[in-house]
């Protein structure tokens, strides 16, 4: 089984609002990511996490704020968020034991008004 | 430099033909590891094969096939028999040395297939 769940599949939200993406992998895998994709766009990594510590961000601003709860478990939080952040947001898990293959998430489409 | 080259926006294959898609990759590390993805219009990225740097043979799996010419560093994906579901964006990545966690994506390629 290689499934990665993601929730809410569509979020709409205002600037000012507070929302939370969520994440869940039930393989034992030790690395968590959470990517950004803008239409027609390669994905982008935004945050890695390995074994339950944040290992990489890639200057992500601020207003998205990582959590990794446990090791099944991914969270992004969303703060004030701007219009141009409206993008479908993957998450993806790997074993992180030098077993790279990244399996994805069906991803949360997000609108930003 | 680019990590990851695809030079193919789109392509239309018809039903049942076979497929190639182009991925050249440029990377000064011995180790490295070659993927592919399939994207459908959903937007769920599909994991479909692996290369490992020092994988002696090609990789396939089912359909899926891939051309590795380590001297020209291209990893291009063969697609045989192809299926109308196999329309959707594919994407070329790869891993170098070390550093596990770090994919770098190509640009994508839009594959279409004809009835």
């Known amino acids: 089984d290689t499934e990665v769940t993601q929730t809410p599949k569509h979020l709409v939200m205002g600037m000012t609002n507070k929302k939370s993406l969520k994440c869940e992998q039930h393989m034992g895998h030790r690395a968590m990511y959470w990517y950004k994709q803008k239409a027609k766009k390669p994905p982008e990594l935004m945050f890695v996490y390995s074994y339950e510590k944040l290992s990489i961000n890639e200057s992500v601003p601020s207003r998205f704020s990582p959590e990794c709860p446990n090791s099944s478990l991914l969270n992004l939080h969303l703060h004030a968020l701007q219009p141009e952040d409206s993008a479908l947001y993957l998450c993806a898990s790997s074993q992180g034991r030098g077993h790279e293959t990244q399996y994805f998430g069906p991803g949360t489409r997000l609108l930003v008004l | 430099a680019q990590k990851i080259t695809q030079t193919q926006p789109g392509m239309f294959v018809q039903e049942k033909e076979a497929v190639t898609l182009d991925c050249t990759y440029d990377t000064s590390d011995p180790s490295y590891g070659l993927f592919w993805y399939k994207q459908p219009s959903s937007g769920e990225m599909i994991f479909l094969i692996y290369?490992?740097?020092?994988?002696?043979q090609n990789a396939t799996e089912g359909r899926y096939s891939l051309n590795f010419q380590k001297a020209r560093k291209s990893a291009n994906l063969v697609i045989s028999a192809s299926q109308l579901g196999d329309s959707a964006m594919y994407f070329c990545?790869?891993?170098?040395?070390?550093?596990?966690?770090?994919?770098?994506f190509g640009s994508g390629t839009k594959l279409n297939v004809k009835p």
């Open positions: 290369q490992g740097s020092y994988d002696q």
């Open positions: 990545a790869m891993r170098e040395g070390d550093n596990f966690n770090k994919f770098y």
